[in-house]
C-alpha cells in the first residue's frame, strides 16, 4: 500500500537557530580561511617577521623596566633623611639615573629599527596581494566583468589594500608590542601587590564583553561599509570611462546627482561606523579609567597601611599607565582591524574566485587552417539568463573563405565572434576549428590564432610601437614598421616628430578615428592570424578614412577565414558569403551570396534597400 510521504513541520525558533548556528559556522570558515589567506603572504617574508617580533618584544621589554627603575629613584629620595641626601650628594642617584638613560637610548634604536623593518615587511605584503589581486582579475571570464564594475574593481586594487596594508603596519608595529607591554605589566603588577591587582582584574569582565559582542556587530557593519564603498567607486569610474558620452548628453548634473546619491548612502554607512567606533572606544576608555581610579584608591590606603612603599605604588601606578595605553592602543587597532579584515575579504574573495573558462590549459593544434563550424549552439548572457540570444544556431565557415553577418541589433551577430574567442561558453552545443572541440582548446594559445578588430579600437596610453607589438612583444622594429606599411599606418607614423615612440594618450585620444583603427590593423597584421574578425570595423569612419582602412582591410584579409560583423554594404557585398541574422529559431533568416540574395528579394533585400538609402543621405 503506497503512503504519502510524511512532512515534517519545524518550529519557526527552530528554524530561526538552524539559521543562526548556519552563519555562526559560515562565519568561523570565513575567518579561518582569512587568517590561512594572510599567512600564506607574509610566509615569504618570515625570517623578516621573526626579528620584527623580536625587535618588539624588546621594546617593550626595555619599556616594561621603566617603571621599576622609576621606583628605586623614587625610593631612593624617600629612603633617606635631607641631611644624608646632602652629605652625600646625588651619588645615590647616579645608578638609577644612568640605568634609565641606557633604557632610553636603546629603546630609540629598537623603535628605529623596529619601524624600518615593519615598513619594509608591510610593503612586501601589499606588493604580493596586489599582485595576486590583480592576476586574479586578469584570469576571470567575460561575464566576470560584465557583471562587476571597473571602478569597483579598482578601488579593491587601490583603496582595499591600503586600508588592509595600513592595518597590518600597525598591527605589527603597535599590536606586538601593546601585547607584549600588557602581559609585562601584568606580571609586574602582581609582583608588587598581588591584592591590588586581582582588584584591578576585577573591571576586566567589562572590556571583555565590550570587545567580543560590540566587536561582531562593529565587523559587520565594515563589511556593509566596504560594499557601499565600492559601489560608489563604481558609479565614478563609470563616469569618468565614458565621459565624451557624459559630455555629448548634457548629462554632467544628472551623474553628478547619481554619484552623490551614492555618497550619501556612503556617508551615512560611514557615520553610523565612526559613531559606534567612538562608543566603542569611548566605553573602553572610561572602563580602563574606573579601573585605574580603582588602583589609585585602593594603593593609596595601602600605603597609608604601610603594606605598600611609595615607590612601589609609583612604580604599580607607571605600570598601570603603561597597560592602560597598550590596552586603549589595542582598543584603538580592533577598530581599525574590523575595517582592514572587510577590506581583507572583499580582496581575498576576487583572488579564490574561479572563472568559467580558464585563460589556459588545453590542447593546441600543430597547424591551423582556419576552418570553423558552430553546431546546435545555445547560449544567455550570464549577466541575462532568461534572455536567449542564441537558438539552435549552426553555421560554418570555410578556411579562407569571408563570412559577413548582417542584421538587427541584438541578433547575435557579435555573440557569434566571442564564442568563437571563448570569452563566454555556450549553454549546449559544440564551436569546432579544423573539426576540434574548442571548449577543449588552450584559450590563451586559440586566441593567439585570432585577430579581433571591433568599431573603437582600444589602444592603450603607452606608444604607438608598443601597442602594435601588443599580441607580439618580441617582434623586431623591422616586423613592426612591415606591419604599419601594410596596414597604411606607416606614412601617418612617421610624421609624427616621435614616430613610433609617439604616445597615443588614454584609449588612443590623439588620434583620429582612422588612425586608431590602422594600429589595430597594423597590430593584427604583426599577429599573423589565422582566423580574423572584424566588427564593424568601418561603420564610425568618414568616406575618405573608411577607404583608406578599407583597403588595408582587404591587404590583411587575403588567405584567411575572415568573419565581418557589417553595417556597411561595400563590406557585405564583397563577402564569399552572406548571413542575415534575426530573433528567429536558428538565428539565420537566410543566406547566400549578394547575387542569390537580391535575386530572392526577401529579408536581405530589404536590409540592403535600407542601407543603400541610409548611405545616400
Known amino acids: 500500500m503506497h503512503q504519502e510521504p510524511i512532512a515534517i513541520k519545524i518550529p519557526s525558533a527552530t528554524r530561526k537557530q538552524i539559521t543562526l548556528a548556519k552563519q555562526q559556522r559560515e562565519s568561523e570558515q570565513r575567518e579561518i580561511s582569512l587568517i590561512r589567506d594572510i599567512w600564506s603572504l607574509i610566509k615569504p617574508d618570515f625570517l623578516l617577521m621573526c626579528c620584527i617580533v623580536l625587535t618588539a618584544i624588546a621594546a617593550a621589554f626595555i619599556q616594561l623596566q621603566t617603571p621599576i627603575i622609576t621606583g628605586e629613584l623614587i625610593n631612593v629620595i624617600s629612603s633617606g633623611s635631607s641631611a644624608l641626601l646632602a652629605s652625600a650628594g646625588i651619588s645615590q642617584l647616579n645608578r638609577p639615573a644612568m640605568k634609565l638613560f641606557g633604557l632610553l637610548s636603546a629603546q630609540g634604536v629598537l623603535t628605529f629599527a623596529h619601524i624600518s623593518l615593519v615598513s619594509i615587511f608591510g610593503e612586501n605584503v601589499a606588493k604580493r596581494l596586489r599582485a595576486q589581486l590583480f592576476a586574479a582579475m586578469v584570469r576571470q571570464d567575460m561575464a ?7 571602478g569597483e ?44 591587582t586581582l582588584t584591578m582584574l576585577g573591571t576586566m569582565p567589562i572590556l571583555y564583553v565590550l570587545l567580543n559582542v560590540y566587536g561582531a556587530y562593529l565587523r559587520k557593519l565594515s563589511r556593509v561599509g566596504k560594499n557601499i564603498d565600492g559601489q560608489a567607486s563604481g558609479v565614478a569610474g563609470e563616469v569618468i570611462s565614458n565621459m565624451r558620452t557624459v559630455r555629448a548628453f548634457a548629462a554632467e548634473e544628472k551623474e553628478m546627482n547619481h554619484y552623490g546619491q551614492a555618497c550619501d548612502k556612503l556617508a551615512a554607512t560611514s557615520r553610523k561606523l565612526g ?32 603594606e605598600l612603599t611609595g615607590g612601589e605604588l609609583m612604580s604599580y601606578m607607571l605600570s598601570t599607565q603603561t597597560a592602560q595605553q597598550s590596552l586603549v592602543s589595542l582598543g584603538v587597532l580592533f577598530g581599525q582591524t574590523i575595517k582592514a579584515a572587510a577590506s581583507a575579504t572583499r580582496v581575498f574573495e576576487f583572488i579564490h574566485l574561479e572563472p568559467a573558462v580558464s585563460i589556459n590549459g588545453g590542447n593546441t593544434l600543430s597547424n591551423v587552417w582556419g576552418d570553423v563550424q558552430f553546431q546546435d549552439i545555445e547560449f544567455s548572457y550570464p549577466s541575462r539568463p532568461d534572455h536567449q540570444v542564441l537558438n539552435s544556431f549552426n553555421l560554418h565557415v570555410p578556411q579562407g573563405t569571408t563570412v559577413a553577418l548582417c542584421g538587427s541589433s541584438g541578433s547575435g551577430k557579435s555573440t557569434i565572434a566571442s564564442l568563437l574567442e571563448r570569452f563566454y561558453e555556450p549553454a549546449s552545443g559544440t564551436v569546432f576549428l579544423d573539426g576540434n572541440d574548442l571548449s577543449e582548446m588552450d584559450p590563451s594559445w586559440l ?15 603607452t606608444s604607438i610601437l608598443e601597442n602594435i607589438r601588443y599580441g607580439k612583444p618580441d617582434a623586431t622594429m623591422e616586423q613592426v614598421q612591415q606591419a604599419a606599411r601594410q596596414a597604411n599606418a606607416e606614412t601617418f607614423i612617421e610624421s609624427f616628430p616621435e614616430g613610433y615612440d609617439t604616445i597615443v594618450g588614454e584609449r588612443g585620444a590623439a588620434l583620429s578615428g582612422g588612425q586608431k583603427q590602422r594600429i589595430a590593423i597594423a597590430r593584427a597584421i604583426l599577429k599573423d592570424p589565422k582566423i580574423l574578425i572584424l566588427d564593424e570595423a568601418t561603420s564610425a569612419l568618414d568616406s575618405e578614412s573608411e577607404k583608406i582602412v578599407q583597403d588595408a582591410l582587404d591587404k590583411v584579409m587575403k588567405n584567411r577565414t575572415v568573419l565581418v560583423i557589417a553595417h556597411r554594404l561595400s563590406t557585405i557585398r564583397a563577402a564569399d558569403m552572406i548571413v542575415v541574422m534575426g530573433r528567429v529559431p536558428g538565428n539565420i533568416i537566410e543566406r547566400g551570396t549578394h547575387d542569390e540574395l537580391m535575386a530572392k528579394r526577401g529579408a536581405y533585400f530589404k536590409l540592403h534597400n535600407q542601407l543603400e538609402t541610409a548611405e545616400q543621405l
Do not use: W
Open 153 to 196: 574593481l579598482v578601488g579593491r586594487l587601490t583603496t582595499d589594500v591600503a586600508d588592509f596594508k595600513h592595518t597590518f603596519k600597525q598591527l605589527v608595529t603597535q599590536g606586538l608590542k601593546s601585547v607584549t607591554q600588557t602581559v609585562g605589566s601584568a606580571i609586574h603588577l602582581f609582583r608588587i601587590s598581588t591584592p591590588l
Open 275 to 306: 559613531f559606534h567606533i567612538g562608543m566603542f572606544q569611548g566605553m573602553t576608555n572610561v572602563s580602563i579609567g574606573c579601573m585605574v581610579l580603582t588602583v589609585l584608591y585602593y594603593g593609596g590606603s595601602l600605603v597609608v597601611r604601610n
Open 144 to 150: 566576470f566583468f560584465d557583471s562587476n564594475r571597473s
Open 447 to 461: 586566441r593567439q590564432q585570432i585577430g579581433f578588430i571591433n568599431q573603437e579600437p582600444v589602444l592603450f596610453a
